[in-house]
T-cell receptor
Framework: AQRVTQPEKLLSVFKGAPVELKCNYS??????LFWYVQYSRQRLQLLLR?????SIKGFTADLNKGETSFHLKKPFAQEEDSAMYYC??????????WGAGTKLIIKP | NAGVMQNPRHLVRRRGQEARLRCSPM?????VYWYRQLPEEGLKFMVY????????ESGMPKERFSAEFPKEGPSILRIQQVVRGDSAAYFC????????????FGAGTRLSVL
């Protein structure tokens, strides 16, 4: 079955501390994975996708096929990183399979 | 390109009334997705449509909810006989054959049922 799991509903870290938001997936095939972010009172927007291998706003995510993971990381958290983060997998037929989301709170 | 447009941004209905939510996809996009987000909850998939076709409605309640994406005009999510539990933010997203699976989101419609 195709599934995306974000085990943490809420993650709270201090400003300047490292951040890791976990995402595990189940997919029979070559997955394409995404991280989306929703800042307070804003629309959901794409943060990064694994095939582009970019670093956006200091965040990176590496696809680990052995562990079927796509964790989102940032070495030094900033207060403006506080948001809701969703991991998603591109399945067949143009649909995205979504994780439940992790609310990230950065404490000053 | 104006992006995905949703209206209204806020909609207030009394129990038993109908709610109509509209979504205009980005120019050139032929795939539309509707999601619901309950307060303090994550995003929940409702329905996926292409022009004049419902591709996947597995996330949509069987009763009172319907969606369409006509050949001309916006996609419509209709909720009949609304109840308090329908109060939520409803997001629409669109994608096209050239977007590599990326979905672009509207700002959402916040439905409040009194």
């Amino acid at each position: 079955a195709q599934r995306v799991t974000q085990p943490e509903k809420l993650l709270s870290v201090f400003k300047g501390a490292p951040v890791e938001l976990k995402c595990n997936y189940s997919y029979s095939g070559s997955p394409e994975l995404f991280w989306y972010v929703q800042y307070s009172r804003q629309r959901l927007q794409l943060l990064l996708r694994h095939i582009s291998r970019e670093s956006i706003k200091g965040f990176t995510a590496d696809l680990n096929k052995g562990e079927t993971s796509f964790h989102l990381k940032k070495p030094f958290a900033q207060e403006e990183d506080s948001a809701m983060y969703y991991c998603a997998l591109s399945g067949s037929n143009y649909q995205l399979i979504w994780g439940a989301g992790t609310k990230l709170i950065i404490k000053p | 390109n104006a992006g995905v447009m949703q209206n209204p941004r806020h909609l207030v209905r009394r129990r038993g009334q109908e709610a109509r939510l509209r979504c205009s996809p980005m120019k050139g996009h032929s795939h539309v997705y509707w999601y619901r987000q309950l307060p303090e909850e994550g995003l929940k998939f409702m329905v996926y449509l292409q022009k004049e076709n419902i591709i996947d409605e597995s996330g949509m309640p069987k009763e009172r909810f319907s969606a369409e994406f006509p050949k001309e005009g916006p996609s419509i999510l209709r909720i009949q006989q609304v109840v308090r539990g329908d109060s939520a933010a409803y997001f629409c997203a669109s994608s096209g054959t050239g977007t590599g699976g990326i979905q672009y989101f509207g700002a959402g419609t916040r439905l409040s049922v009194l």
